[in-house]
């Protein structure tokens, strides 16, 4: 096996009763590289996403993270193996602040041998949290505003400073910049170009076809709950018509026969 | 281009003005000008004579120029049931609600007497006596944990039912409420029970309730400020899903919840029935509603997420202020529960005006 690859799923399948949300997905992610998910609504993007990360278990197939078969039995599972997810609604406690955040379900502690009732470790966390926000560009006036306070980017940016704070293996993005306006949503895309530049794989889901030309380096189209089209947009002529035509189902890549 | 993000996202910057001036100040400055209105009340109302509520010019009574009296029973008065509240208050800042509280207080009280029991009263048998001669004089730790152990394991299921069964909390603690009101009244067949050793009856003498109200509200207060359980409950109210994806055992951590909250009832429930000197199968009647009316005062927020320990206790002083001062005009009982009913209501609309409009802001 390679080691080339961070995740690899072979024939990822998921079925809902009778649906067949995703089938037969075969699936690889390189070490550094930026992979954009796209296709209409129901394509099965988000099912991919939900399988890998743990949210749902799949119905059958292999998923290959970091070089080993992993099962994961939920999402803190994924995240302990290093893959951060920033979901399509908010993972965020509204009433919290932003290091609580940052660190929910994973709090740095002291007196650990409190159990549950172990002291909560402010200083650590908020420190960490600013080294965060600093490795991202992030910058929030006042973090220990509950983030109901904040803005839509402010919140994005948050969601997504706390993937960036866990040195994570893999990150994914589920339409991140869905419901922001044009300056947050270019807060959210130099948070992606920083990723980048550390050499962090990231797979974005995203119905932008600009922001897919420009952030990442290959696109793959779900349509009907199968993968028709895996196009490496950075050295081969693709055009957006190209990626609509695929999205559509007016084409279908040579090798992708099944999903016409 | 991290230059251009240093004036702050989108060019939005912190708007000192925008920051959250803190709940329990609010509920503070209501306690304040309720106590100022019963003050005017008593100088206005013709049949007052001007008398004043908590404050006493007399200085030859105590040497001091408040009502001292006065306020012990005010405070003395909301002490148990501001116990339960504090334990109701966790349970609605994770987003739920315990109505089990009151019912639970009668049926632990009833239990915990049953092994609290002396064997002599004035040189005869204990006529109250529940079980045989092993169950008397029992050191004080065992009615304790009796009942400790036994609002646990209610509380538990509580929290089980609602974790598991995903049945909303209102109906599984109603349920439970009925469930405890049948085991107080079933326990003796309805018979009171009486007569407890001293160690037992020390608990809730004089002014401890009191005591044991300031102890446990500051101990949970600190619990849920600066522990992992405190943080996981908040994030829970906030946002459940948030808090499942987050790795949170939102399970786990909710029968824990109800568990304490319960704990917190028997507790209530053994210092009453000390206080008392006597169990009664209909104890604790409305205490559910009382606490839940002290933290909803108290700012915490029926929705979840939102609330404090600090704005609980300011709560149920307001709660005790405003029965005693009911009482202090010489309303009529009757129109006391309106008033309180009217008051509790316009509390909760209050609060919500006031969070429609800070997220508008």
Same mark, same amino acid.
């Given at each position: 096996?390679?080691?080339?690859?961070?995740?690899?799923?072979?024939?990822?399948?998921?079925?809902?009763?009778?649906?067949?949300?995703?089938?037969?997905?075969?699936?690889?992610?390189?070490?550094?590289?930026?992979?954009?998910?796209?296709?209409?609504?129901?394509?099965?993007?988000?099912?991919?996403?939900?399988?890998?990360?743990?949210?749902?278990?799949?119905?059958?197939?292999?998923?290959?993270?970091?070089?080993?078969?992993?099962?994961?039995?939920?999402?803190?599972?994924?995240?302990?193996?290093?893959?951060?997810?920033?979901? *399509?609604?908010?993972? /965020?406690? =509204?009433?919290?602040? $932003?290091?609580?955040?940052?660190?929910?379900?994973?709090? +740095?502690?002291?007196?650990?041998?409190?159990?549950?009732?172990?002291?909560?470790?402010?200083?650590?966390?908020?420190?960490?949290?600013?080294?965060?926000?600093?490795?991202?560009?992030?910058?929030?006036?006042?973090?220990?505003?509950?983030?109901?306070?904040?803005?839509?980017?402010?919140?994005?940016?948050?969601?997504?400073?706390?993937?960036?704070?866990?040195?994570?293996?893999?990150?994914?993005?589920?339409?991140?910049?869905?419901?922001?306006?044009?300056?947050?949503?270019?807060?959210?895309?130099?948070?992606?170009?920083?990723?980048?530049?550390?050499?962090?794989?990231?797979?974005?889901?995203?119905?932008?076809?600009? *922001?897919?030309?420009? /952030?990442? =380096?290959?696109?793959? $189209?779900?349509?009907?709950?199968?993968?028709?089209?895996? +196009?490496?947009?950075?050295?081969?002529?693709?055009?957006?018509?190209?990626?609509?035509?695929?999205?559509?189902?007016?084409?279908?890549?040579?090798?992708?026969?099944?999903?016409? | 281009?991290?230059?251009?993000?240093?004036?702050?996202?989108?060019?939005?910057?912190?708007?000192?003005?925008?920051?959250?001036?803190?709940?329990?100040?609010?509920?503070?400055?209501?306690?304040?000008?309720?106590?100022?209105?019963?003050?005017?009340?008593?100088?206005?109302?013709?049949?007052?004579?001007?008398?004043?509520?908590?404050?006493?010019?007399?200085?030859?009574?105590?040497?001091?120029?408040?009502?001292?009296?006065?306020?012990?029973?005010?405070?003395?008065?909301?002490?148990?049931?501001?116990?339960?509240?504090?334990?109701?208050?966790?349970?609605?800042?994770?987003?739920?609600?315990?109505?089990?509280?009151?019912?639970?207080?009668?049926?632990?009280?009833?239990?915990?007497?049953?092994?609290?029991?002396?064997?002599?009263?004035?040189?005869?048998?204990?006529?109250?006596?529940?079980?045989?001669?092993?169950?008397?004089?029992?050191?004080?730790?065992?009615?304790?944990?009796?009942?400790?152990?036994?609002?646990?394991?209610?509380?538990?299921?509580?929290?089980?039912?609602?974790?598991?069964?995903?049945?909303?909390?209102?109906?599984?603690?109603?349920?439970?409420?009925?469930?405890?009101?049948?085991?107080?009244?079933?326990?003796?067949?309805?018979?009171?029970?009486?007569?407890?050793?001293?160690?037992?009856?020390?608990?809730?003498?004089?002014?401890?309730?009191?005591?044991?109200?300031?102890?446990?509200?500051?101990?949970?207060?600190?619990?849920?400020?600066?522990?992992?359980?405190?943080?996981?409950?908040?994030?829970?109210?906030?946002?459940?899903?948030?808090?499942?994806?987050?790795?949170?055992?939102?399970?786990?951590?909710?029968?824990?919840?109800?568990?304490?909250?319960?704990?917190?009832?028997?507790?209530?429930?053994?210092?009453?029935?000390?206080?008392?000197?006597?169990?009664?199968?209909?104890?604790?009647?409305?205490?559910?509603?009382?606490?839940?009316?002290?933290?909803?005062?108290?700012?915490?927020?029926?929705?979840?997420?939102?609330?404090?320990?600090?704005?609980?206790?300011?709560?149920?002083?307001?709660?005790?202020?405003?029965?005693?001062?009911?009482?202090?005009?010489?309303?009529?009982?009757?129109?006391?529960?309106?008033?309180?009913?009217?008051?509790?209501?316009?509390?909760?609309?209050?609060?919500?005006?006031?969070?429609?409009?800070?997220?508008?802001?």
């Amino acid at each position: 096996m390679s080691n080339d690859y961070i995740l690899e799923t072979r024939n990822l399948t998921k079925h809902y009763g009778g649906v067949h949300a995703l089938e037969g997905a075969n699936f690889k992610l390189r070490k550094g590289e930026h992979i954009a998910i796209m296709g209409d609504n129901g394509a099965g993007k988000s099912t991919f996403v939900r399988q890998i990360t743990g949210v749902e278990q799949r119905t059958r197939g292999d998923v290959i993270f970091d070089g080993k078969p992993v099962n994961f039995v939920g999402p803190l599972d994924a995240r302990e193996a290093g893959i951060e997810t920033v979901f *399509q609604t908010l993972a /965020l406690a =509204d009433d919290l602040d $932003v290091p609580d955040n940052l660190f929910l379900g994973r709090e +740095l502690t002291k007196w650990n041998f409190l159990g549950p009732f172990r002291l909560l470790d402010y200083k650590a966390m908020h420190q960490a949290t600013m080294a965060g926000l600093e490795k991202t560009g992030v910058k929030i006036p006042n973090v220990r505003n509950p983030i109901r306070n904040m803005s839509g980017g402010q919140r994005q940016c948050v969601a997504i400073a706390r993937t960036a704070t866990f040195h994570s293996k893999l990150t994914i993005m589920d339409e991140p910049t869905a419901a922001l306006g044009v300056q947050e949503t270019a807060q959210v895309e130099n948070i992606i170009r920083t990723l980048k530049e550390a050499g962090e794989p990231l797979i974005l889901v995203s119905h932008n076809m600009r *922001q897919v030309f420009d /952030l990442v =380096d290959r696109v793959v $189209v779900f349509r009907r709950g199968r993968i028709c089209a895996d +196009l490496d947009i950075k050295n081969d002529d693709v055009t957006g018509e190209d990626v609509v035509g695929y999205i559509t189902g007016a084409k279908t890549q040579a090798g992708f026969e099944d999903a016409a | 281009m991290v230059d251009k993000l240093s004036h702050g996202i989108g060019g939005l910057t912190y708007d000192k003005t925008k920051r959250a001036w803190p709940n329990e100040a609010n509920v503070f400055i209501a306690l304040i000008l309720i106590i100022l209105a019963f003050e005017a009340l008593g100088q206005i109302l013709p049949y007052m004579n001007g008398q004043s509520m908590l404050f006493d010019f007399n200085t030859s009574r105590d040497g001091t120029i408040m009502n001292i009296a006065r306020i012990k029973i005010i405070i003395l008065q909301v002490a148990i049931i501001g116990i339960i509240a504090l334990g109701v208050t966790q349970v609605i800042i994770s987003g739920g609600i315990d109505l089990s509280s009151g019912p639970l207080v009668g049926a632990t009280a009833m239990i915990v007497m049953s092994f609290a029991q002396t064997e002599l009263v004035n040189g005869q048998l204990n006529p109250k006596a529940v079980f045989g001669a092993w169950s008397f004089d029992l050191p004080v730790i065992v009615p304790i944990m009796v009942g400790l152990v036994f609002g646990a394991f209610i509380g538990g299921i509580n929290g089980f039912l609602i974790a598991f069964t995903r049945i909303p909390p209102f109906i599984a603690t109603l349920g439970m409420f009925l469930i405890c009101r049948g085991i107080s009244q079933w326990w003796t067949k309805g018979q009171p029970v009486s007569f407890p050793t001293d160690a037992f009856a020390a608990i809730g003498s004089g002014m401890m309730p009191v005591v044991w109200f300031a102890m446990l509200a500051i101990l949970l207060g600190l619990i849920m400020k600066f522990t992992v359980y405190g943080k996981h409950t908040y994030a829970i109210g906030s946002n459940e899903d948030a808090a499942r994806m987050s790795g949170i055992n939102v399970r786990r951590h909710k029968i824990l919840v109800y568990m304490i909250a319960s704990m917190f009832a028997a507790f209530a429930a053994i210092v009453l029935s000390s206080k008392n000197l006597t169990a009664q199968a209909g104890m604790g009647q409305f205490y559910e509603l009382y606490a839940i009316a002290m933290a909803v005062i108290g700012g915490v927020s029926l929705k979840g997420g939102r609330g404090s320990m600090i704005g609980t206790v300011l709560g149920a002083m307001v709660f005790g202020v405003i029965q005693s001062g009911f009482t202090f005009i010489k309303l009529d009982a009757f129109y006391q529960l309106m008033a309180m009913g009217a008051i509790i209501i316009g509390a909760v609309v209050l609060d919500q005006y006031r969070q429609q409009r800070a997220t508008a802001g």
